[in-house]
């Protein structure tokens, strides 16, 4: 009680330690706000990012099956064929451009993610979505497509990587082609190992690389959730290509993906 | 040290109060858009790419 009595005469200690304690409180709050920065406002930020890059790429709808549906009013989208042979596969491009996107029923029918060039952290990850490793094959080539994606925060696209079983369909669209590769393994590893992105994951770099004959996928997302302790690596093999004039993947439509693009609603 | 600002400021109460949050809208806007992404280049608590350290 004496304290509080002196406190309001305003004695030079009581009122150092009111200020020590208003900035306490301040610091704590700045700290508060900081993780609701980083674990909410970063998502409704990158989302929207996401949703005006997807918007802008204004690339072709995949063809409608009106044509060989009984009644006109059956306008589902056209089932593409499974192509195996040497698929089409685009240069690099340069860096932040979004060449890709990416479906992944597994994750929900309405996910749908910006593929970027680059790994950069503020510029392509944090902002556009997937970043693509640059110097990897491009998707569809042999070799290995390598991928990284926020597992939290920044629109969180690799958000449920962890939750991804084998066989599971992974569609990459270019402008013009399908990629649909399906998970193989799983493994969690150090930062450091870059293997896991090599032509032939495992291969240490420096080592020869020798012919390519599969065409491979990585995805890299952080891990444990909240931390960047270790890494969470995804691989898969591609399973087949298709034109997208020709239709829509069997994987996305039975799914029930909306594929968007132009003249479409999404 | 926030009872000081009270303090200075002019005005009737309602107007003290409306003008401090503003102030605090504001100081949380410069947070968001500036102070964190700042910040959280230092804090990496969501890198998740594989890279080569010597």
């Given at each position: 009680m004496?304290?509080?009595?002196?406190?309001?005469r305003g004695?030079?200690v009581?009122?150092?330690?009111?200020?020590?304690?208003?900035?306490?409180?301040?610091?704590?709050?700045?700290?508060?706000?900081f993780?609701?920065?980083?674990?909410?406002?970063?998502?409704?930020q990158?989302?929207r990012?996401h949703t005006?890059?997807?918007?802008e790429?204004?690339?072709?709808?995949?063809?409608?099956a009106?044509?060989?549906?009984e009644d006109a009013?059956?306008?589902?989208p056209?089932?593409?064929?499974?192509?195996?042979g040497?698929?089409?596969?685009?240069?690099?491009?340069a860096?932040?451009?979004?060449?890709?996107?990416?479906?992944?029923?597994?994750?929900?029918?309405?996910?749908?993610?910006?593929?970027?060039q680059?790994?950069?952290?503020a510029?392509?990850?944090d902002?556009l979505?997937?970043?693509?490793?640059?110097?990897?094959?491009?998707?569809?080539?042999l070799?290995?497509?390598?991928?990284?994606?926020?597992?939290?925060t920044?629109?969180?696209?690799?958000?449920?990587?962890?939750?991804?079983?084998e066989?599971?369909?992974?569609?990459f669209?270019t402008?013009?082609?399908?990629?649909?590769?399906?998970?193989?393994?799983?493994?969690i590893?150090w930062p450091?190992q870059?293997?896991?992105?090599?032509?032939v994951?495992?291969?240490?770099?420096?080592?020869?690389?020798p012919d390519?004959?599969d065409?491979?996928?990585?995805?890299?997302?952080?891990?444990?959730?909240?931390?960047a302790?270790?890494?969470?690596?995804?691989y898969?093999?591609?399973?087949?290509?298709?034109?997208?004039e020709?239709?829509?993947?069997i994987?996305?439509?039975?799914a029930?993906?909306k594929?968007?693009?132009?003249?479409?609603?999404? | 040290?926030y009872g000081?600002?009270?303090?200075?400021?002019?005005?009737?109460?309602?107007?003290?109060?409306?003008?401090l949050?503003?102030?605090?809208?504001?100081?949380?806007?410069?947070?968001f858009?500036?102070?964190?992404?700042?910040?959280?280049?230092y804090?990496?608590?969501?890198?998740?790419?594989?890279?080569?350290?010597?």
């Amino acid at each position: 009680m004496r304290h509080v009595r002196a406190g309001r005469r305003g004695g030079a200690v009581s009122s150092f330690i009111g200020v020590v304690g208003e900035l306490l409180i301040t610091a704590g709050v700045f700290l508060g706000l900081f993780v609701v920065w980083q674990l909410w406002w970063t998502d409704v930020q990158a989302d929207r990012v996401h949703t005006q890059v997807l918007a802008e790429l204004d690339w072709p709808q995949p063809p409608a099956a009106t044509e060989n549906a009984e009644d006109a009013d059956d306008d589902g989208p056209a089932i593409a064929g499974e192509h195996r042979g040497e698929p089409p596969v685009m240069d690099e491009p340069a860096d932040e451009t979004v060449f890709a996107e990416l479906y992944v029923p597994r994750w929900g029918a309405d996910y749908v993610t910006p593929v970027a060039q680059g790994i950069d952290k503020a510029r392509v990850l944090d902002r556009l979505g997937v970043g693509h490793y640059p110097g990897t094959a491009m998707p569809g080539d042999l070799g290995n497509f390598a991928t990284a994606g926020h597992r939290t925060t920044y629109g969180s696209p690799y958000q449920q990587v962890a939750e991804l079983r084998e066989g599971d369909p992974l569609v990459f669209r270019t402008e013009t082609t399908w990629y649909v590769y399906r998970k193989t393994t799983d493994e969690i590893v150090w930062p450091h190992q870059v293997e896991v992105i090599s032509p032939v994951p495992g291969l240490m770099p420096g080592e020869p690389i020798p012919d390519l004959t599969d065409r491979l996928l990585t995805l890299t997302a952080c891990h444990p959730m909240y931390s960047a302790a270790q890494r969470f690596i995804v691989y898969g093999e591609l399973d087949y290509w298709a034109p997208v004039e020709e239709g829509t993947p069997i994987e996305l439509i039975e799914a029930g993906v909306k594929v968007r693009g132009a003249g479409g609603q999404a | 040290m926030y009872g000081g600002l009270w303090r200075i400021l002019p005005g009737p109460a309602w107007f003290r109060a409306l003008f401090l949050l503003v102030l605090a809208l504001a100081l949380v806007w410069v947070c968001f858009e500036w102070a964190f992404p700042w910040l959280s280049e230092y804090v990496p608590i969501n890198d998740n790419t594989v890279e080569a350290h010597p």
